[in-house]
T-cell receptor, first 113, second 113 residues
């Protein structure tokens, strides 16, 4: 299995509070992604990174920010959580862009009350 | 607009029966095509992928998929389903030079004993 660890795996928080999810990889892959999974929507890309300090927006980036200060860590931050951000968040990594296989973490379930 | 459609939300088959899961995309050129599987509570795992060449591709766990350009389809098949195949299946495509992976909304497979 690809070495991807997401933390926390479960979190319950209140509206308006900041939340940070962490993705840690031991594979030294260049590309890292954050997706959210919601029923009926499949997985939607939030943000991705193509190197240290190099990030870009996905299709549902509003309300989220990311940072990547080290190859192995990709942080997703909800500055002020809303109930619409209740979801399961998946981190994925890849050694190549686009044509390569994505390796997924086990997900972080976030509930915003 | 570019899109990926999985028209079946749920499919139920009997163990030992054949399976076909449908995937259609909307894009002017040939995309990169993928099928992923997600077992309950887990991340996604790549089953197979198509970039070019032979339009019938073999994957893991006995799955195969056929790319049909004329129908803009990439349907997933298995000749004999096992109870362990019960999971959610996602079709995904890379449709442009952004190399972002776009997922369909998924098809949940239920297997009857």
């Amino acid at each position: 299995d690809a070495g991807i660890t997401q933390s926390p795996r479960h979190k319950v928080t209140e509206t308006g509070t900041p939340v940070t999810l962490r993705c840690h990889q031991t594979e030294n892959h260049r590309y890292m992604y954050w997706y959210r999974q919601d029923p009926g929507h499949g997985l939607r890309l939030i943000h991705y990174s193509y190197g240290v300090k190099d990030t870009d927006k996905g299709e549902v980036s509003d309300g989220y920010s990311v940072s990547r200060s080290k190859t192995e860590d990709f942080l997703l931050t909800l500055e002020s959580a809303t109930s619409s951000q209740t979801s399961v968040y998946f981190c994925a990594i890849s050694p190549v862009e686009g044509a390569g296989e994505l390796f997924f973490g086990e997900g972080s379930r976030l509930t915003v009350l | 607009a570019q899109s990926v459609t999985q028209p079946d939300i749920h499919i139920t088959v009997s163990e030992g029966a054949s399976l076909e899961l449908r995937c259609n995309y909307s894009y002017g050129a040939t995309p990169y095509l993928f099928w992923y599987v997600q077992s309950p509570g887990q991340g996604l795992q790549l089953l197979l992928k198509y970039f070019s060449g032979d339009t019938l591709v073999q994957g893991i766990k006995g799955f195969e998929a056929e790319f049909k350009r004329s129908q803009s389809s990439f349907n997933l098949r298995k000749p004999s389903v096992h109870w362990s195949d019960a999971a959610e299946y996602f079709c995904a495509v890379v449709m442009d030079s952004s190399y972002k992976l776009i997922f369909g909304s998924g098809t949940r497979l239920l297997v009857r004993p």
